[in-house]
């Protein structure tokens, strides 16, 4: 990983964030209680192909038998708060107040999305991520039933892929994404790769539309 301080060493706007993952670049802060942020941008760059993911068997007879409700652009502070919570999921987060007072103005300005999972009134899974162009960066996603996330997952995918998107950003890979058909890309190939998913526009919202993209690979 390699950190940057130019061209984006100003004041933080959600503009400045737009400008960054537009380059290729990505902000993180130390933890939770770090008031500063950094930007990174890896040698190697974890995505998910969309034409590629995997879903085992286990969950594609979860994802045809479970109760819960799939919801999107609900409820984004519930959603960050619980990715910014350390519990199961994580030991601790990289998430702090200014990464959740940016991303919640793009959240208001239709850039950042939320994909939840609710069982009843209880939110029990989810992720969120910015869109720009055709390509989704996923942030962070969280889980309080088994399997809510990888339930939160599969949705977005499918979502992309009725919309037309080209590039499902993961910033790294862990075994978690690979056992999804997460892989990692040389630097150069993931900027030629976002270079032309911000040359077209992807339809968040297709679904919504009666789209719907091809079937995921078992």
């Given at each position: 990983?390699?950190?940057?301080?130019?061209?984006f060493?100003?004041?933080?706007?959600?503009?400045?964030?737009?400008r960054?993952?537009?380059?290729g670049?990505?902000p993180?802060?130390?933890?939770?209680?770090?008031?500063?942020?950094?930007?990174?941008?890896?040698?190697?760059?974890?995505?998910?192909?969309l034409?590629?993911?995997?879903?085992s068997r286990?969950?594609?007879k979860?994802?045809?038998h479970?109760?819960?409700s799939?919801?999107?652009?609900?409820?984004?502070?519930?959603?960050i708060?619980a990715?910014?919570?350390?519990?199961?999921?994580?030991?601790?987060t990289?998430?702090?107040?200014?990464?959740?007072?940016?991303y919640?103005?793009?959240?208001?300005?239709?850039?950042?999305h939320?994909?939840?999972v609710?069982?009843?009134?209880?939110?029990?899974?989810?992720?969120y991520?910015?869109?720009?162009?055709?390509?989704f960066f996923?942030?962070s996603?969280?889980?309080r039933?088994?399997?809510?996330?990888?339930?939160?997952?599969?949705?977005?995918v499918?979502?992309?892929?009725a919309?037309?998107?080209?590039?499902?950003?993961t910033?790294?890979?862990?075994?978690?994404?690979?056992?999804?058909?997460g892989i990692?890309?040389?630097r150069?190939d993931?900027?030629?790769?976002?270079?032309?998913a911000?040359?077209?526009?992807?339809?968040?919202?297709?679904?919504?539309?009666?789209?719907?993209?091809?079937?995921?690979?078992?």
């Amino acid at each position: 990983m390699s950190r940057k301080s130019d061209p984006f060493a100003l004041d933080l706007t959600p503009e400045l964030i737009i400008r960054a993952y537009q380059a290729g670049i990505f902000p993180m802060a130390e933890d939770a209680g770090s008031p500063d942020l950094f930007w990174v941008s890896p040698q190697h760059r974890g995505i998910l192909p969309l034409e590629a993911f995997h879903v085992s068997r286990s969950l594609r007879k979860r994802l045809k038998h479970h109760n819960f409700s799939i919801l999107v652009d609900t409820d984004f502070e519930a959603t960050i708060e619980a990715c910014a919570t350390a519990g199961v999921d994580r030991e601790a987060t990289w998430i702090n107040g200014t990464i959740r007072r940016l991303y919640g103005q793009l959240f208001e300005r239709g850039v950042c999305h939320t994909v939840e999972v609710w069982d009843g009134n209880d939110l029990v899974g989810g992720l969120y991520g910015l869109s720009l162009g055709a390509a989704f960066f996923g942030e962070s996603m969280f889980h309080r039933r088994t399997d809510a996330s990888k339930i939160a997952l599969a949705h977005l995918v499918e979502r992309l892929r009725a919309g037309g998107y080209r590039l499902l950003d993961t910033q790294f890979v862990t075994d978690h994404l690979r056992s999804f058909g997460g892989i990692e890309i040389a630097r150069e190939d993931y900027e030629a790769r976002l270079a032309e998913a911000l040359a077209t526009e992807g339809d968040f919202f297709a679904l919504e539309h009666g789209r719907k993209g091809p079937p995921a690979t078992g």
